[in-house]
Structures are given as structure tokens and as C-alpha cells.
């Protein structure tokens, strides 16, 4: 019954929060929307390619879709808080906790996002076009491209948010501490796996690029769990 009131609780100040979301999305989406060739260019430039198009609506869904990703990855502090703002009222956290919360949040999902853009996407793309020949040759559609690139982004900088799940699940009595630190062994086997799936390439390079950092916030969120004494 205190489950299903506090989700009741959480979906509610959600649903209030719905709107302010939605209007900040689709203003941040408008004004990327005109630097959208700049940043489109900007990435060609970073991953060194050329791109083309086969459908006439191609080049516009794909500065729909980046104009959409960058503003996610600038709103991230405005979701995060409206997330953890959420998250207070039914576990009863302060203003102070929140703030932290935010902070560390928007913290390691841009870590994971710039982790992504600087390392694991061109070792990945450079790998995956290893493949082409005189007989074959790349040929990328710009709406696949820029669809390839925001969801791995994205993805990476989620996976990262580890640590902070990892807080809230101790601090709410959810999992306490014990459960993580005595299943190392099924954390190293979910993350492999969770590597080999969200990885643009299936190499044993790429997959550590992603797990073993992920495995690393893994205990760093044990090592936190400690200095703040959350049992």
C-alpha cells in the first residue's frame, strides 16, 4: 500500500511538471533548429564523413532529430530537477538532497555524453567503415547517421547516471549497500552485457571503452555509499 502511494505521489507531481517540460523541449528544439546545418556540420567535421541522402524528407528529419537531441542534453538540469522534485515528496527528501542529486545527475550524464562523442563514436565509426573496398563503398543516409549518433549519446550519458541509482536505491532501503558489494560478479555480467548491446561495434576494444568505466562507477557508487554512511 506505501508502494503503490508513493508511485501515486511521484506520478502526480510528474504530471504537473509534464507541461513546463513539454514547452521547454519545444522552445529549445526551435531555437537548435536554426543552428541545426552548423551543428550537422560540426559532427561531419569530428567523425570525418560524408553524408547523403535517398528520400526527400531525409535532410529534414535528421535536423529534426539533432535539433530534438541537443535539447534534451541542454535540459538535462530542468528534467533532472523536475525528476528528483518528483522523487522528494513520497521519500521525504530535503532541498539540500535534491540539489546534490541534480548536480551529480547532470554531472555524469554529460561525463557519459562527452565520453561517447570524444572516444567510443569515432573509434566505433572508424571500425564499422573499416569494413568498405574498392568494390565497396560507404554510402551513409544523413537521417541514419544523425540517428546513430544521438542514440548512442544519449544512451551513454543514462548508463552513466549508475552511481546516482545506486545512492537512491541504498538511501530509500530499496537495495541497501550489502546487495551491491556482495554481487560484484552479477554487476560485471550485467554490465558486459549492457556494453556488448549499446556498443556501435561488437570488438572486445569497444565494449571495454564502455564497460569498464561503467564497472568503475559501479564502485564508485559502492565507495560513496560508504562515505556517506548509507547502510
Not at 528528483?84 to 538532497?97: D, E, I, Y
Not at 546534490?100 to 562527452?114: D, E, K, M, P
Amino acid at each position: 500500500m506505501e508502494t503503490r502511494n508513493r508511485l501515486a505521489l511521484i506520478i502526480n507531481d510528474l504530471r504537473r511538471s509534464l507541461l513546463s517540460l513539454g514547452l521547454t523541449l519545444a522552445l529549445a528544439t526551435l531555437g537548435f533548429s536554426m543552428v541545426s546545418p552548423r551543428l550537422l556540420a560540426l559532427l561531419q567535421d569530428h567523425l570525418h564523413q560524408e553524408l547523403a541522402f535517398f528520400t526527400v524528407a531525409g535532410p529534414f528529419l535528421a535536423h529534426v532529430k539533432i535539433s530534438v537531441a541537443m535539447a534534451l542534453l541542454t535540459c538535462m538540469p530542468w528534467l533532472s530537477y523536475c525528476l528528483w522534485r518528483a522523487l522528494a515528496r513520497p521519500f521525504k527528501f530535503g532541498p539540500a538532497t535534491i540539489f546534490w542529486f541534480v548536480f551529480f545527475t547532470c554531472l555524469l550524464f554529460y561525463s557519459g555524453a562527452a565520453f561517447c562523442f570524444f572516444v567510443t563514436l569515432p573509434y566505433g565509426v572508424t571500425f564499422l567503415l573499416g569494413f568498405q573496398s574498392e568494390q565497396l563503398q560507404a554510402m551513409i543516409g544523413i537521417d541514419q547517421f544523425v540517428t546513430f549518433v544521438a542514440v548512442f549519446i544519449l544512451a551513454f550519458g543514462l548508463i552513466f547516471e549508475l552511481p546516482i541509482f545506486m545512492i537512491f536505491m541504498a538511501r530509500t532501503t530499496l537495495l541497501p549497500r550489502a546487495t551491491f558489494a556482495k554481487n560484484r560478479r552479477y554487476a560485471l555480467l550485467v554490465i558486459s552485457i549492457v556494453a556488448s548491446l549499446l556498443t556501435p561495434t561488437p570488438d572486445i576494444v569497444n565494449m571495454l571503452l564502455m564497460g569498464v568505466p561503467l564497472y568503475m562507477l559501479y564502485e564508485v557508487g559502492i565507495i560513496a555509499l560508504k562515505l556517506l554512511r548509507i547502510p
